[in-house]
């Protein structure tokens, strides 16, 4: 099992650029594929990014292509998501998400959710 623990949420004009953090526990974390979400209110929550175990895969929401980029350092257990030219509709609460998967891409544990970092861009 892995716990999961955002950061790096807050109050940002719009245009403006915030990193996200997000550390997970345990010696395994190599053998997550790492990935964002976010819930804005009223509204359910949508995916954002995602990272492969290696970092070699890599996945956007059109939404958010161009604009957020997401990264991982598996020797500091912690998975990023660099968000630049933030526009208002970026307003939600970011989690962090990882799945369980060997090296042949087989799901063998999770999904395992965050507790969630709150953006909030304003116009």
């Known amino acids: 099992q892995v716990q999961l623990v955002e950061s790096g949420g807050g109050l940002v004009q719009a245009g403006g650029s915030l990193r996200l953090s997000c550390a997970a526990s345990g010696r395994t974390f190599s053998s997550y594929d790492m990935g964002w979400f976010r819930q804005a209110p009223g509204k359910e929550r949508e995916f954002v990014a995602t990272?492969?175990?290696?970092?070699?895969?890599?996945e956007y929401a059109d939404s958010v292509k161009g604009r957020f980029t997401i990264s991982r350092d598996n020797d500091k257990n912690t998975v990023y998501l660099q968000m630049n030219s933030l526009k208002p509709e970026d307003t939600a609460v970011y989690y962090c998400h990882a799945n369980g998967v060997t090296s042949m891409g087989v799901f063998y544990a999770g999904p395992y959710w965050g507790r969630g970092t709150p953006v909030t861009v304003s116009s």
């Open positions: 990272i492969s175990r290696s970092g070699g895969n890599i």
